[in-house]
């Protein structure tokens, strides 16, 4: 039968003694919270405390905790409480609740100018980190396609094109959809202005150029990056964390040539076909929109097209793309790896894994922009 809890003080001249008898467990968490919220403010001077609990019927961790709890508060400068007549039984409960450790507090610092160098400097050096991976990535990756090379035999043709129905064939559909919707809203938007001075049909000669050199492969390269990039981290963080690749490196297989290159491989070869699609959807869905909403016939719209834009145009667009998959999948192969042994660092870098590849995407787009220029396409 279960006795209700007790705390006692008991008289033991100078010494501040409590005995603690009954039942501490969670079933009676309110009236053991009670008195130990009273005995905690016994805490005077004395020379020494004992908490005996040797009259203690039944002990879970939740009264253990409570009685740990107890001798803590108690606990002043060189005296310390001790706890007296702890049976075998709850020895090891009762220690192992003391490992626990109080909640250290956290203190708030002021905003100093100095902090705020730290800050910074600290941030330039987590950006040189992350390049500084990205770097070593790239460099094991051809590495092991140089392996390949050497050793055909080595190349895993069945694990890319499994990677490469995921990221391109299974991509189509939303690719087209989003592409699509993206070339219809362009088109009525330079329609609607283009009205204003008459000019309705330079809406092809926006619409092509745009799609075909910037906004397709960015558009499509952006989708990929947080559709199979986030994938491809938490393939890989999910491996971390179940130490298979571990695994792999003890069998002697390397993890990047067995895991990382059959997804670059697929990755490179997928996002130009993919922004090839896109393109053509993009255009299908403008000249559309300027057939139903600007009046442009289907066939005065091909052949204004065929007029505005030329080889050049889908060259610098193809151009891109490869080189942005490979900035994704490095991205992510790189936050992938990088995954220690817990869900909540799964889900920080599959975040930053969308949003370095997206960044890294815009910028690459940016630096295209600039050498095509320079060259005059």
């Known amino acids: ?37 009273d005995a905690e403010k016994l805490a005077g001077s004395p020379q020494s405390i004992f908490i005996d609990v040797s009259e203690v019927a039944k002990l879970d961790t939740f009264g253990a905790w409570l009685i740990e709890r107890l001798r803590r508060s108690l606990t002043q400068g060189a005296v310390e409480a001790q706890i007296a007549g702890l049976s075998a039984n709850y020895s090891s409960l009762v220690d192992e609740v003391r490992r626990v450790r109080a909640t250290p ?10 902090g705020m160098l730290e800050q910074i400097g600290r941030t330039v050096a987590g950006v040189g980190g992350t390049v500084a991976g990205l770097i070593d990535m790239l460099g094991a ?18 694990s890319t094109v499994h990677h490469m129905e995921q990221v391109c064939w299974r991509a189509v559909p939303i690719i087209v959809l989003i592409t699509f919707l993206i070339g219809c809203i362009i088109a009525q938007q330079g329609i609607f202005h283009f009205r204003r001075f008459g000019a309705d049909i330079f809406v092809v000669d926006m619409l092509g150029v745009l799609v075909l050199r910037e906004i ?7 989708m990929v990056a947080g559709r199979s990039g986030s994938a491809y981290t938490a393939e890989l963080g999910s491996m971390k964390m179940r130490e298979e690749i571990d695994a792999l490196r003890t069998m002697g297989f390397d993890p990047i040539e067995v895991l990382v290159l059959p997804r670059m491989l697929a990755l490179v070869l997928a996002l130009p076909i993919l922004a090839f699609l896109g393109a053509m959807a993009a255009l299908y869905g403008g000249g559309l929109v300027a057939w139903l909403y600007g009046g442009v016939d289907p066939e005065a719209f091909l052949l204004r097209l065929r007029d505005a834009i030329s080889i050049d145009h889908f060259i610098v667009g193809i151009v891109k793309a490869p080189v942005m998959a490979a900035v994704i999948g490095i991205v992510a192969c790189v936050e ?9 660092s799964l889900g920080q870098h599959t975040t930053a894994s969308v949003v370095k590849g997206i960044f890294f995407v815009i910028v690459m787009d940016g630096v295209f922009a600039i050498f095509f220029a320079s060259i005059g396409m």
């Open 1 to 37: 039968m279960n006795s209700d809890p007790k705390l006692e003080r008991i008289a033991k001249g100078n010494a501040l003694a409590l005995c603690a008898t009954g039942t501490w467990t969670a079933s009676f968490a309110p009236v053991l919270e009670r008195m130990v919220a």
């Open 105 to 114: 507090v956290v203190e708030t610092s002021t905003i100093t100018i100095t």
């Open 141 to 158: 990756v051809l590495a092991a396609g140089f392996r390949v090379l050497v050793h055909p035999r080595s190349f895993r043709l069945t």
């Open 216 to 222: 397709g492969v960015l558009l499509v390269a952006i």
């Open 336 to 344: 992938g790896l990088a995954v220690q042994g817990s869900a909540e």
